[in-house]
């Protein structure tokens, strides 16, 4: 079974930037399209990123023009990298696949966005 495992996160200030890494244990993003998700304390997780297989990004209205979602094949890892970030991204974040598959879900990264 392969394993998804998030780093990266930490506090950083309004306006920062944080890149965060998922490494995936096997080789699947030529299987699945990969996204990020996060879930602020109180709220429902909800999808910010995806890549699919074939390179094409889609991104939530909330992070657009802000994060980057990318890909290392060679490594398997996929990154997000966040810019202008606002108190409002304060959240767990985490990779798996889009759709999610329930057996993928890592531990996630948390981000917190605070002067």
């Known amino acids: 079974q392969v394993q998804l495992v998030e780093s990266g996160g930490g506090l950083v200030q309004p306006g920062g930037s944080l890149r965060l890494s998922c490494a995936a244990s096997g080789s699947i993003f030529s299987i699945y399209a990969m996204g990020w998700y996060r879930q602020a304390p109180g709220k429902q997780r909800e999808l910010v990123a995806t890549?699919?297989?074939?390179?094409?990004?889609n991104y939530a209205d909330s992070v657009k023009g802000r994060f980057t979602i990318s890909r290392d094949n060679a490594k398997n890892t996929v990154y997000l990298q966040m810019n202008s970030l606002k108190p409002e991204d304060t959240a767990v974040y985490y990779c798996?696949?889009?759709?999610?598959?329930?057996?993928?879900w890592g531990q996630g990264t948390q981000v917190t966005v605070s002067s």
């Open positions: 890549l699919a297989s074939g390179g094409r990004a």
């Open positions: 798996n696949t889009q759709p999610a598959l329930r057996n993928y």
